[in-house]
C-alpha cells in the first residue's frame, strides 16, 4: 500500500548558489543558468564519498544532468531537478525502485549514491528559482543513447519494458515513500492547455480543448483495464544506453503509478515517423515485451488516444520550461501539435508525419 507525505528536510542543510538574484532565473541565458547549476553541484558533490576532477555537462533541459569525472577515475552522473519539482516522498520512491531494480533483477540501471547523511538525494536552492531543488548522484552506464533504434533493439527495449513491469507488480514499496499517480492524460502534471496560455492562441486552444475532450474518456477506459504498478513513464531510446548489444535503462525521473500499456503506448510514440516502419518497430517492441510476459490488453482507439495524450503532455511541459532553448522551441512545436491533431480528429489515429509538419530547428 501507497502512503505517506513527502519529509522536508531541515533548512540547515540545504545548499546554496552563489550569485545575485537580480533577475529570475528563466531570465537568464542558458550559459548562466549552467554556471548557477554548476555550483550548486559542486556542493552537492561535498556531501557524496567523492572528489570530482571534472565537471562536464551533459543536459540542460527539462531537468540538468552533469556527467562527473573523479580523481580516481570513476564517472557518475549528477542530476538536478530544475523543472520537475516533484514531492521528496516522489523522489524517494524512484530512487528506491532503481536500487530494488539493481537488486533483484538482471535489468542494468544507475544506481543512486548515498549522501553524508545516508540518503539517496540532497536539497539545494539556486538564486532566481523559487523553493528547494533536489540534487541526487547515480553510477554511470557505459555505453551510447540508442538514438536510432533498429528493429532488434526496440525488440530488447520491449523485453526489457517487460521484465520491469514484471519486478514493479511484485515489488512493494518501502514505507515512507509514495509515488504519483500518473493515470491521467497530463500524468500528474497540471493541465496549461485547457484553461489557456500565453503562448497558445485562442484559436488553438479551442483545438486542444477538442482533442482532450476526445483523448480522454478513452485514455480512462485503457486505465481503468489495466494492472496498477509503477512504470517507468518515459522510456525510449534516448533514455536507454547501448553498448554491443547490451542495454540499459536510465531517467526514471517520470516513473509514478500506471498501468503497462501507458509504458508501451509512450515508447511506441518515439519510433520512426514513416508509417511503415513505425508499425515494423511496433511489432517488434510488442514481440520483445510477449517473451517476458503477456502483453496489458487495449484496443487501437485507446492505444491511438494515449499517443495523443502523449503530444499533449509534451506539449503541456514545455510551455513551463524555464531553458532559453526548449522556450524557443514553443512556437514550431506548437504548429507540429496543431496540425498532428488536426489528423488525429480526422481519422481517429495519430501520425507523426502529417501535412504540416516541418522538422524542429
Same mark, same amino acid.
Given at each position: ?65 552533469f556527467r562527473v569525472d573523479t580523481t580516481e577515475g570513476a564517472k ?27 537488486? *533483484? ?39 551510447? *543513447? ?93 533514455n536507454v544506453k547501448w553498448l554491443r548489444g547490451k542495454m540499459s ?13 501507458? *509504458? ?10 514513416? *508509417? ?41 511541459e514545455l510551455v513551463d520550461m524555464t531553458s532559453g532553448e526548449s ?35
Amino acid at each position: 500500500m501507497l502512503s505517506a507525505g513527502p519529509r522536508k528536510p531541515q533548512r540547515s542543510t540545504v545548499l546554496h548558489a552563489v550569485g545575485s538574484c537580480a533577475v529570475t532565473f528563466a531570465d537568464l541565458s542558458d550559459r548562466a543558468q549552467v554556471n548557477r547549476l554548476r555550483a550548486v553541484a559542486l556542493e552537492a558533490l561535498a556531501r557524496y564519498p567523492v572528489e570530482p576532477a571534472r565537471l562536464r555537462l551533459l543536459l540542460h533541459d527539462f531537468n540538468t544532468t552533469f556527467r562527473v569525472d573523479t580523481t580516481e577515475g570513476a564517472k557518475f552522473a549528477l542530476r538536478i531537478d530544475v523543472n520537475r519539482r516533484k514531492p521528496i516522498a516522489a523522489l524517494d520512491a524512484e530512487l528506491a525502485w532503481l536500487a530494488a531494480i539493481g537488486q *533483484d533483477t538482471s535489468v542494468v540501471v544507475p544506481a543512486p549514491l548515498a549522501a553524508d547523511d545516508g540518503r539517496l538525494h540532497v536539497p539545494a536552492t539556486v538564486d532566481g528559482v523559487e523553493g528547494e531543488l533536489n540534487v541526487a548522484v547515480m553510477s554511470w552506464l557505459p555505453g551510447k *543513447d540508442l538514438d536510432e533504434p533498429t528493429v532488434s533493439a526496440t525488440f530488447e527495449l520491449g523485453r526489457q519494458m517487460a521484465m520491469l513491469h514484471d519486478h514493479a507488480s511484485a515489488w512493494t514499496l518501502p514505507a515512507g515513500v509514495e509515488f504519483p499517480a500518473i493515470d491521467s492524460v497530463f500524468m500528474d502534471s497540471p493541465d496549461r492547455l485547457r484553461h489557456g496560455h500565453e503562448l497558445i492562441s485562442d484559436e488553438q486552444r479551442a483545438l486542444l480543448v477538442e482533442v482532450l475532450d476526445r483523448v480522454e474518456p478513452t485514455f480512462h477506459e485503457m486505465i481503468e483495464a489495466g494492472e496498477r504498478m509503477p512504470i517507468h513513464g518515459d522510456l525510449h531510446q534516448w533514455n536507454v544506453k547501448w553498448l554491443r548489444g547490451k542495454m540499459s535503462v536510465f531517467d526514471f525521473d517520470d516513473a509514478g503509478i500506471g498501468v503497462p500499456a501507458q *509504458d508501451l503506448a509512450i515508447t511506441a510514440f518515439y519510433l520512426p515517423d514513416d *508509417d511503415e516502419r513505425r508499425s515494423e518497430m511496433r511489432q517488434a517492441l510488442f514481440e520483445g515485451y510477449r517473451t517476458v510476459r503477456d502483453l496489458p490488453s487495449f484496443t487501437e482507439e485507446q492505444f491511438n488516444a494515449a499517443l495523443a495524450g502523449r503530444t499533449l503532455v509534451l506539449l503541456n511541459e514545455l510551455v513551463d520550461m524555464t531553458s532559453g532553448e526548449s522556450r524557443n522551441l514553443v512556437s514550431e512545436y506548437l504548429g507540429n501539435v496543431v496540425a498532428r491533431m488536426r489528423s488525429y480528429l480526422d481519422t481517429g489515429v495519430h501520425r507523426a508525419r502529417v501535412p504540416g509538419v516541418v522538422p524542429l530547428s
